[in-house]
């Protein structure tokens, strides 16, 4: 059973930081492209960061500069650090897998106050 679950969203002030976990398992997670994906209220699903299984990055402009997507193949885990917050990135933030098939997590709560 393939499972990706998220951790580290909460609430924080415009200009702080936080970083966000993913844990996955059921999957062979070396080989795995990972991503972060966000949605707002009332707004479609947007990618925010992709990592390939080699390490290649991606990343949404809006967040460039300011976010930075890893992984760690060892402990199964994808993190997404986030600085320098706006009241914009508020949003519910999705981890994503992808090899053959696509999977998600349930999403955490990311909530910026302006």
């Known amino acids: 059973q393939v499972q990706l679950v998220e951790s580290g969203g909460g609430l924080v002030q415009a200009g702080g930081s936080l970083r966000l976990s993913c844990a996955a398992s059921?999957?062979?997670?070396?080989?795995?492209?990972m991503g972060w994906y966000r949605q707002a209220p009332g707004k479609q699903r947007e990618s925010v960061a992709t990592?390939?299984?080699?390490?290649?990055?991606n990343y949404a402009d809006s967040v460039k500069g300011r976010f930075t997507i890893s992984r760690v193949n060892a402990k199964n885990t994808v993190y997404l650090q986030m600085n320098s917050l706006k009241a914009e990135d508020t949003a519910v933030y999705y981890c994503?897998?992808?090899?053959?098939?696509?999977?998600w997590g349930q999403g955490t709560q990311v909530t910026v106050s302006s």
């Open positions: 994503n897998s992808r090899y053959t098939r696509e999977y």
């Open positions: 059921g999957i062979i997670f070396s080989i795995a492209d």
């Open positions: 990592i390939s299984s080699g390490g290649t990055t």
